[in-house]
T-cell receptor, first 110, second 116 residues
């Protein structure tokens, strides 16, 4: 069974700070996705990474896929209150269903 | 473009009762997914449809859960009878294609079920 471990589980920071959240597994994934979920809503896809070592940037968010395709990180620069939410990573290998981690709950305080 | 619609948004029932959830995917999306998200966990796939056929239901507790997508458009998920551990948010998602590797799934707002 493929498992994705996310850390930290909870993170509370001040506006303007930088942060990094992690997604780790002992399994290799062919692709990995990051989602953000706000209370009362479904997850919204932020990015998909497919190549080992790949780095993608989305405004203040930087996503990296590990060289061995077993781990990923999300770095947020100068966090804003609008970044508050549950960040989920999800991976698939070949034609397997998406497996989600438990998420990192981020709170950015103004 | 309208998103994935789900109803009801909230449901409270007693254990051993039955409940049904409805999902209308984005127009033209052939693939429909039902996920269960227990508090503090990530979503877990229950069932995946490609048009009106089942692609994957390996994690669906078939003794109490059933789902259908008869005309290949909207879908219903049923629980009968419900147990306390079924309390969760039930998310519906849809995608244009069934390829999992690069597929973008669009999620609805979910139905929050509380079983007392």
């Amino acid at each position: 069974t493929q498992l994705l471990e996310q850390s930290p589980q909870f993170l509370s920071i001040q506006e303007g700070e930088n942060l990094t959240v992690y997604c780790n597994s002992s399994s290799v994934f062919s692709s990995l996705q990051w989602y953000r979920q706000e209370p009362g809503e479904g997850p919204v896809l932020l990015v998909t990474v497919v190549t080992g070592g790949e780095v993608k940037k989305l405004k203040r968010l930087t996503f990296q896929f590990g060289d061995a395709r077993k781990d990923s990180s999300l770095h947020i620069t100068a966090a804003q209150p609008g970044d508050t939410g549950l960040y989920l990573c999800a991976g698939t290998s070949g034609n397997t269903p998406l497996v989600f981690g438990k998420g990192t709950r981020l709170s950015v305080i103004a | 473009e309208a998103g994935v619609a789900q109803s009801p948004r909230y449901k409270i029932i007693e254990k051993r009762q039955s409940v049904a959830f409805w999902c209308n995917p984005i127009s033209g999306h052939a693939t429909l997914y039902w996920y269960q998200q227990i508090l503090g966990q990530g979503p877990k796939l229950l069932i995946q449809f490609q048009n009106n056929g089942v692609v994957d239901d390996s994690q669906l507790p078939k003794d109490r859960f059933s789902a259908e997508r008869l005309k290949g458009v909207d879908s219903t998920l049923k629980i009968q009878p419900a147990k306390l551990e079924d309390s969760a948010v039930y998310l519906c998602a849809s995608s244009l294609h069934s390829s999992r590797a690069l597929n973008t799934q669009y999620f609805g707002p979910g139905t929050r079920l509380t079983v007392l």
